[in-house]
């Protein structure tokens, strides 16, 4: 048992460019596919993997800084700092429920599909760790594990069907036939989208206003094309982190780059993983007559979007002052300000690509992200604790990416209940949210079959 767990660990710490390279690679074989395409599908994807690392590393490497700047121009003190999930996903790895949670969601996945009740074909083992972090979070809250393994298959269970709901928006907006977005961040925060659409089309004038850069675009000329958009947003930043000249023109051309690249590399992801989910759809449904799958993939794929980036790159500043206004934040948002488009992706989807839309939704959703993780801090820090990561016996660890992750929050509280306030504030407001989006969904399926 102990070589098993010990040969999974090692696949899991290959990382998700390697990995999930591999699995493509067998699903494919599985397939039915040759040997030849399904190397080259594998090959395709890690490329694509490599290269969003590389565009976010570009992003963090350039904007973190910039980010502490103006925190420190403002005046803005926070004394904790988020280390984001490249930080956070390593040590959810490391825990002991880690291991079990990728066959229990598998197996979750099966059942579901078994009976009927989702419609997902989950591929994305490596978001797996999104549950994991779940069943960890509640282990170190309960001290039991078994409760932990039952948060896995709860989280689990809820991004598949998140996946359902959303699939009609990945489809028609994204234009990804055939494909859901299970994630454990993206799918989270997609609920608030559908609520917050539902609130904004019954406010006068404003359900009218629609800032999207293919409009603006046509209507303003070359001033809105994305990359000179991403320099400006560059420009802009620098100016408030109060670079120099030479700082603030390197900013803008950084981040031109970041809007001009990121679909680039997206695209290997979707040229590898197209034509399996193209096969594996067709495989089920001649199996499962009068059934339409879907394959559930990562969410990296939506960041090729335009409006994800452009959304992306304008939340750097606006997350950092939401940060400030948060009652009692310790957090100073770090680590994920380059990877904010998957908290507001499917956001982008709901609205049709309204900016302005995404907006007002995107400030909700880090506003409840920056709050829950305040409250996760402790929890955290004794997963890092146990992962042998903490530098010294005082530091404390957060992550906004999944410490901030409002259904982790629930079910914890539910288990635990040491925070029934904060429970009934976030459960309820996202009970709302989900009972809409059942609603809504329903809607879009429907217009989907006419």
């Not at 910039?66 to 420190?72: G, K, V």
């Not at 993206?186 to 409009?215: Q, Y």
């Not at 400006?232 to 109060?242: E, P, Q, T, Y």
């Not at 934040?329 to 982008?348: E, H, K, R, Y």
């Amino acid at each position: 048992m102990d070589i098993i767990l010990d040969l999974v660990q090692y696949f899991v710490d290959l990382g998700a460019a390697v990995m999930l390279p591999i699995v493509i690679f067998v699903v494919a074989i599985c397939l039915g596919q040759s040997v030849g395409k399904a190397i080259k599908s594998g090959i395709s994807i890690g490329i694509g993997f490599i290269g969003i690392g590389l565009v976010i590393s570009l992003m963090l490497n350039n904007l973190a800084p910039a980010a502490q700047a103006m925190s420190a121009n403002f005046g803005i003190s926070m004394n904790l700092i988020d280390i984001g999930w490249p930080g956070s996903s390593p040590m959810t790895w490391a825990s002991k429920i880690a291991l079990v949670a990728i066959p229990v969601a598998i197996i979750i996945n099966l059942v579901m599909i078994a009976l009927k009740l989702t419609r997902v074909v989950n591929i994305d083992i490596w978001n797996i760790w999104h549950f994991a972090f779940t069943g960890a979070i509640v282990n170190i809250a309960t001290d039991s594990y078994m409760l932990g393994i039952a948060a896995v298959a709860v989280h689990a269970a809820f991004a598949y069907k998140i996946g359902d709901w959303f699939a009609p928006t990945t489809e028609k907006y994204f234009g990804l036939e055939g494909i859901a977005m299970p994630h454990g961040t993206t799918g989270t925060f997609a609920p608030v989208a559908v609520f917050m659409d539902g609130i904004l089309s019954r406010i006068p004038v404003i359900k009218d206003i629609d800032f999207n850069p293919t409009h603006l675009q046509k209507r303003f000329g070359v001033i809105c094309d994305p990359a000179i958009m991403g320099a400006i947003m560059g420009v802009v930043i620098g100016i408030l982190a109060g670079y120099d000249v030479r700082g603030i023109l390197s900013l803008g051309i950084q981040m031109a780059a970041v809007i001009v690249l990121m679909p680039v590399v997206v695209k290997y992801i979707m040229g590898g993983l197209m034509p399996i989910s193209e096969v594996a759809r067709a495989k089920l449904q001649k199996k499962f007559k009068n059934s339409k799958f879907y394959i559930g993939l990562d969410c990296a794929l939506l960041l090729g979007d335009p409006v994800v980036v452009t959304a992306s790159l304008l939340f750097i500043p606006i997350t950092i002052i939401i940060a400030a206004l948060v009652p009692g934040n310790q957090i100073l948002p770090f680590g994920d300000l380059p990877t904010i488009g998957f908290f507001i992706a499917m956001a982008v989807g709901v609205h049709g690509g309204n900016l302005f839309r995404t907006l007002i939704t995107g400030c909700v959703v880090m506003f409840i992200t920056i709050w829950v993780a305040n409250q996760m801090i402790g929890l955290h820090t004794v997963l890092a604790a146990n992962a042998g990561q903490l530098t010294s016996a005082a530091a404390q660890v957060i992550s906004l990416d999944q410490g901030g992750n409002p259904v982790t929050y629930i079910i914890t509280q539910i288990l635990s209940c040491t925070n029934v306030l904060g429970l009934a504030a976030v459960g309820i407001f996202y009970l709302i949210c989900v009972v809409c989006t059942v609603i809504w969904s329903k809607k879009q399926y429907a217009s989907m079959d006419d």
